[in-house]
């Protein structure tokens, strides 16, 4: 349980009837998510108002409701909060938690693999220590509001992701945080329509840098580019990659049934890893959180076993294996980089001896360079030897079909497509807008040998 003091923790408080000292689970702030024990967040919505169902957070087991909306906060009965306003409200209980919590956090952000990262993170360190991360991809300010809110009371190491999608973000969020470590995974087209182009980009990632109390900085070797003058005298930077400059140098790659195995060298020693997944690019975040692990002084044995036990967020490179159908489940997210990234890995992957097909949909929050991306990709997709492309979307209707490359328009005709096909290995990838998890659950339907018509 964790301890809440509601005349410290919510700087606009209005009124409350409850103990003044609550121990709750977790923060929540849908009603249909509380469990017992867990305090119900009522924000107000566009469209609903979050403080109208509290009486189905009481009924799920919720401790205490906090309301921003006095006509229901005077129908509840006991143990709730009125203030001005819930949004305002859980920041400062963030703001409070942190204050009041002794955890050594370290802070995560980069274009790509940002979630890979801090999970693979958090499991080595929770082998040695009592370890925390944020919520699934909780990485805008409510998110981690939220996540900092639940901090428990006695921690270790707490990880975060920091994400964006305009200027001034990352450093706004890092400043709130307060990490003393920082990762940058990687410096890509993410986002690049609400940035512009790839300077702007790194400018904002590099921000998480400029805070006061990160004191070391993790980034990828062809990044340091971006660096400025005066984060490099102010932090101990550290670079992961593949050249004999990186500080911790990935080396000697094999390719095992269902993964890698690879070696690295960091102050002059070297360690041996082993990752069972097929995504080739999940050996560079392993190899930060290593890296990070090592400098915290994490025992190798630890980390060896976490990252080979390591398994993807959901959407994020699951695998689901049937008789005659496999599904790599990649649609959280995408860009041209993870994209390609996730192509050169099914490629040269053995994919349980089965064709291997590629459904790739379109990508959010490239307005402006949709021609120039998608014509990249679509080149790229032609080099590929072993694998069929399909790309699906409405922006994909002028593009005509290619070798080993198809277009549809809509998931529709995608499914009549697909109807004729029982077997293979299919890797499912888009912005998470375009809900390809659908495409995802009818393919898990036909490997469960019920074919959709």
């Known amino acids: 349980m964790k301890t809440l003091n509601i005349k410290e923790a919510f700087k606009n408080l209005i009124d409350y009837i409850s103990p003044t000292i609550v121990e709750y689970n977790n923060v929540v702030i ?9 305090i119900f967040l009522a924000l107000k919505g566009t469209n609903v108002d979050g403080n109208s169902f509290f009486k189905e957070a009481y009924e799920r087991g919720a401790i205490l409701t906090v309301f921003d909306n006095p006509y229901f906060y005077n129908k509840a009965s006991i143990n709730k909060v009125l203030v001005e306003d819930s949004f305002n409200a859980i920041k400062s ?27 693979l993170l958090y499991e080595i360190f929770s082998k040695q220590y009592q370890s925390y991360m944020s919520y699934k991809n909780y990485n805008n300010e409510l998110g981690i509001a939220i996540s900092c809110a ?15 999608n305009s200027k001034g973000e990352i450093k706004k969020y890092t400043d709130y945080i307060r990490p003393e470590v920082a990762v940058i995974t990687k410096i890509a087209s ?64 094999k390719s095992l ?5 690879f070696y690295v060298k960091f102050n002059r020693d070297k360690f041996k890893f082993q990752i069972n997944h097929f995504y080739y690019h999940f050996i560079l975040n392993a ?30 490179g699951v695998v689901y294996n049937y008789e005659n159908i496999a599904i790599i489940d990649d649609t959280y997210n995408a860009s041209i980089d993870s994209i390609t990234a996730a192509l050169k890995s099914l490629d040269k992957y053995k994919c349980f001896n089965k064709d291997k097909i590629a459904i790739i949909g379109e990508i959010a929050e490239i307005e402006g ?16 030897s072993g ?5 699906c979307g409405d922006y994909f209707d002028k593009y005509e079909d290619f070798e080993n490359i198809k277009f549809f328009n809509n998931k529709q005709k995608l499914y009549k497509y697909l109807n004729n096909i029982n077997s293979g290995c299919f890797l499912v990838k888009a912005s998470r807008s375009k809900k390809f998890e659908e495409i995802v659950d009818y393919l898990i339907t036909k490997g469960r040998g019920k074919y959709a018509v």
């Not at 049934?257 to 195995?261: L, M, Q, S, T, V």
């Not at 930060?288 to 959901?314: C, N, S, W």
């Open 30 to 38: 849908n009603s249909k998510e509380v469990k017992k024990g867990d």
């Open 287 to 316: 190899s930060m959180a290593a890296g990070v692990a090592l400098r915290e002084g994490i025992e190798y044995d630890y980390i060896y076993q976490a990252i080979k036990e390591f398994l993807p967020e959901e959407k994020r």
């Open 150 to 164: 639940n901090i428990p009371d006695e921690v270790d190491y707490a990880f975060f992701e920091i994400g964006t």
């Open 257 to 261: 049934d269902g993964g890698y195995e």
């Open 93 to 119: 209980f963030g703001i409070w938690k942190l204050k009041n919590n002794f955890a050594k956090r370290v802070a995560i952000t980069g274009s790509v693999g940002k979630t890979t990262t801090k999970k």
């Open 387 to 391: 694998v069929t492309v399909i790309f």
């Open 369 to 384: 360079f949709e021609d120039e991306i998608y014509e990249k990709l679509i080149e790229f997709a032609k080099k590929l």
């Open 190 to 253: 993410s986002h690049i329509g609400r940035f512009g182009d790839l300077n702007e980009i790194a400018a904002e990632k590099f921000s998480i840098a400029e805070t006061d109390s990160v004191k070391e900085l993790w980034l990828n070797e062809n990044d340091t580019v971006y660096l400025k003058d005066e984060i490099v005298k102010n932090k101990k930077i550290f670079t992961v990659g593949f050249s004999e400059k990186a500080d911790f140098r990935i080396i000697d790659i």
